[in-house]
Nanobody, 115 residues
Framework: QVQFVESGGGLVQPGGSLRLSCAASGNRFKIYAMGWYRQAPGKLREFVAGITERGTLTYADSVKGRFTISRDNAKNIVYLQIDSLKPEDTAVYYC?????????WGQGAQITVSS
């Protein structure tokens, strides 16, 4: 069973940047389409960015131009570069396959955007 461990969250001021990392276990990472998701307080978890095994990128409209997803198959890591952070980006960020698998959600990485 694949497992994901997110890291890189924190408290940041509006307009700031962060890079999240997600390390995947196992040796099948390179064949997975991967995604980043987030869950804000009181809201459902939502998709924010995806990258296929061939590198095709997709983004939610709310993050286009500010979020960049990438992957390093040699290291089993998927990244999410987040620029121009807004208070509404405050959420717990998770990675998973895309579409997501139900039983492999990690602990997530908390991002809080506040001045």
């Amino acid at each position: 069973q694949v497992q994901f461990v997110e890291s890189g969250g924190g408290l940041v001021q509006p307009g700031g940047s962060l890079r999240l990392s997600c390390a995947a276990s196992g040796n099948r990472f390179k064949i997975y389409a991967m995604g980043w998701y987030r869950q804000a307080p009181g809201k459902l978890r939502e998709f924010v960015a995806g990258i296929t095994e061939r590198g095709t990128l997709t983004y939610a409209d709310s993050v286009k131009g500010r979020f960049t997803i990438s992957r390093d198959n040699a290291k089993n890591i998927v990244y999410l570069q987040i620029d121009s952070l807004k208070p509404e980006d405050t959420a717990v960020y998770y990675c998973n396959t895309n579409p997501p698998r139900a039983n492999v959600w990690g602990q997530g990485a908390q991002i809080t955007v506040s001045s």
